[in-house]
């Protein structure tokens, strides 16, 4: 085996400002922890999370733009570096994957991840909407396929028609040591410098899937019963949109749209409670991440993963998807003082540390330093 075979490729598009991206760095830094040699495959060399990748990965550019482009590139990166183990992680990046191994007659291990909840995202956004068709017709050909819920991973039993055993629930991972280092920075934003009124906060993408709409009408209900102030972490598609929505319910001096922070730890340390309003979830990372940190946490009880981050309501405010009015109640409660606290035991199983062995497992690889040296 030659030594300068990496260990692990993860095959991304680019690195977006989103959950998934934020989840594959963090694995990099776990895995270049254990002493493995990383690969960072991507179709474009760019991102806002770029600056975070380990200087210990090596960045391979495929320079293809457009995603089918990418395939003869990526085959070619598996017949001359012959990594033991390739991770991809979004749609189609995972196909992609697949067909690439096919082509090189590869010998890497591919493993494919679903990180959403595929018939909903795909029903929902038309840039998906032969993603159930794709996976039904090419996960079979994955060495492992990684879902990261229960509810993901029925979901998927569903769409493919594959046995349930084909796939493996691993937890998205919350790097807490990362997460107390980043809350350590100073933050500016004069709304968080006293405790005079409470900040309420939601970080996502400003999508159709995160439903903002339903949690600026939900603190427009607050605002009517007590003074306090929202904050929403985020870029994307909707923002006019949603300014059109904070300006006709007479909150705009309460309501801040900061966009992509690089740091939203520092922001969630310091909330008074942090809501998920999503409409539909393959997880839910920042629900996980502000759990961690000890902030009071709401969510939509949406497909699918808060669920079974919150033990079914156990540690933190389920409320239905869409349902204004009893996420205004949920806020109300918490901000009274009614919080849920979370069993630190319970936060075990989704640490960084523990994520990324499972992650080992599933790539073959848990023995590959004592092999190589």
């Given amino acids: 085996m030659s030594k300068n075979r990496p260990d692990v490729a993860i095959y991304l598009r680019l690195l977006y400002g989103g959950g998934v991206e934020r989840i594959m760095v963090?694995?990099?830094?776990?895995?270049?922890?254990?002493?493995?040699?990383?690969?960072?495959?991507?179709?474009?060399?760019?991102?806002?999370?770029?600056?975070?990748?380990?200087?210990?990965?090596?960045?391979?550019?495929?320079?293809?733009?457009?995603?089918?482009?990418?395939?003869?590139?990526?085959?070619?990166?598996?017949?001359?570096?012959?990594?033991?183990?390739?991770?991809?992680?979004?749609?189609?990046?995972?196909?992609?994957?697949?067909?690439a191994k096919a082509l090189a007659f590869s010998s890497t291990r591919v493993v494919v991840s679903e990180r959403n909840t595929l018939s909903v995202h795909a029903n929902n956004r038309s840039t998906d909407r032969w993603s159930p068709l794709l996976a039904k017709l090419f996960y079979?050909?994955?060495?492992?396929?990684?879902?990261?819920?229960?509810?993901?991973?029925?979901?998927?039993?569903?769409?493919?028609?594959?046995?349930?055993?084909?796939?493996?629930?691993?937890?998205?991972?919350?790097?807490?040591?990362?997460?107390?280092?980043?809350?350590?920075?100073?933050?500016?934003?004069?709304?968080?410098?006293?405790?005079?009124?409470?900040?309420?906060?939601?970080?996502?993408?400003?999508?159709k899937q995160k439903d903002f709409p339903t949690l600026i009408k939900a603190f427009a209900q607050v605002r009517q019963v007590q003074s306090a102030r929202l904050v929403i972490l985020g870029s994307g598609q909707e923002r006019k949109q949603l300014n059109s929505l904070v300006n006709e319910l007479g909150v705009k001096q309460d309501v801040a749209f900061l966009?992509?922070?690089?740091?939203?730890?520092?922001?969630?340390?310091?909330?008074?409670?942090?809501?998920?309003?999503?409409?539909?979830?393959?997880?839910?990372?920042?629900?996980?991440?502000?759990?961690?940190?000890?902030?009071?946490v709401i969510s939509t009880n949406c497909p699918n993963g808060p669920k079974e981050i919150l033990d079914n309501g156990k540690y933190g405010e389920l409320v239905p998807v869409g349902d204004s009015q009893a996420m205004a109640e949920a806020i109300l409660r918490?901000?009274?003082?009614?919080?849920?606290?979370?069993?630190?035991?319970?936060?075990?199983q989704f640490k960084l540390e523990t994520v990324a062995q499972k992650y080992l497992d599933v790539l073959g690889i848990e023995n590959v330093r004592v092999e190589n040296d």
Avoid: C
């Fill in 26 to 99: 963090n694995l990099m830094q776990a895995f270049v922890e254990r002493g493995l040699s990383v690969d960072l495959v991507m179709n474009t060399v760019a991102g806002p999370y770029l600056s975070q990748v380990p200087p210990e990965v090596r960045i391979v550019d495929l320079k293809a733009p457009r995603m089918l482009l990418g395939l003869p590139k990526l085959a070619g990166y598996l017949r001359r570096e012959r990594p033991i183990a390739l991770l991809s992680g979004l749609h189609y990046n995972n196909e992609i994957a697949l067909w």
């Fill in 140 to 207: 079979p050909w994955a060495d492992s396929i990684v879902a990261i819920s229960q509810g993901v991973a029925q979901d998927l039993v569903e769409v493919t028609g594959l046995p349930r055993e084909r796939f493996q629930v691993i937890y998205n991972p919350v790097d807490i040591r990362q997460l107390e280092k980043k809350v350590q920075q100073t933050l500016e934003h004069p709304w968080f410098q006293s405790a005079e009124l409470p900040v309420i906060l939601g970080v996502g993408r400003l999508e």
């Fill in 259 to 296: 966009g992509f922070v690089e740091n939203p730890y520092v922001y969630m340390a310091r909330s008074g409670v942090f809501v998920l309003s999503s409409a539909w979830e393959g997880f839910g990372n920042v629900l996980l991440e502000a759990m961690a940190l000890g902030t009071p």
């Fill in 334 to 348: 918490v901000l009274s003082g009614e919080v849920k606290s979370v069993d630190s035991d319970w936060l075990e």
